[in-house]
């Protein structure tokens, strides 16, 4: 399962109202990249896959592609807003080594 902290909710909720109304899910996804290997995706989507995972959590519908799955078991969604950088951060347990900047992390 992948969760969705309070502070990440706040902002997703922001961001989507924002955005098309058509889209009302948020994709992570992993892909190949970054500085450690493997990066971390975050997108709005207005389409549900039969392959993706879904989860409801916090008042936010995640959807995960299979692949990606497999890297964010038990990966919580962050947000920060400090002086050391504002955006979301992934708190991976699976991640072995993580990039400075968070972005990326290989297993």
């Avoid at 909710?9 to 922001?14: F, G, N, V």
């Avoid at 995706?41 to 299979?66: A, G, P, R, Y």
């Amino acid at each position: 399962m992948v969760t969705v902290s309070d502070e990440a909710k706040k902002e997703l909720l922001a961001l989507m109202q924002k955005e098309d109304d058509s889209k009302k899910y948020v994709r992570v996804s992993v892909s190949s990249g970054g500085c450690s290997g493997l990066s971390y995706n975050l997108d709005f989507d207005s389409k549900q896959l039969s392959t993706d995972k879904v989860f409801e959590n916090n008042d936010i519908t995640l959807l995960v592609d299979e692949k990606s799955y497999l890297y964010l078991i038990g990966t919580t969604l962050s947000y920060s807003g400090g002086l050391n950088g504002k955006g979301f951060v992934f708190n991976n347990p699976n991640a072995a080594r993580t990039c400075g900047c968070g972005e990326s992390f290989s297993l």
